[in-house]
Every structure is written in C-alpha cells, then in structure tokens.
C-alpha cells in the first residue's frame, strides 16, 4: 500500500500531460485551458 501510494502522483503525471488519448487528440492535460502557468 505505501509504495501503491508513493508511485500514484507520477502515475497520474504521466497519464494526464504524457500519455496520447486518441479520443482527445492529445493528453487530457491540453484539454484544461487553466492549469497551473498556462494562463499568465
């Protein structure tokens, strides 16, 4: 469990601002116009 825990936030890195979703076009990421030093 501690390491499951561990290993999620890179997981979930990669999955949302790395990973191709066909459906998407691109990563769910650059669906989201207002993350984080996107909109300054």
């Known amino acids: 469990e ?3 825990r561990a ?3 890179a997981w979930l ?3 949302n601002h790395h990973r ?3 459906a998407l ?3 769910p990421a650059s ?3 207002n993350l ?3 909109n300054t």
Do not use: I, M, N
Request: avoid cysteine; charge should be positive; charged fraction near 10%.
């Open 13 to 15: 890195h990669t999955y």
């Open 20 to 22: 191709h979703h066909t």
């Open 36 to 38: 984080s030093g996107q």
């Open 7 to 9: 290993a999620l936030p």
């Open 31 to 33: 669906r989201v116009p």
């Open 2 to 4: 501690t390491a499951r």
């Open 25 to 27: 076009g691109g990563p």
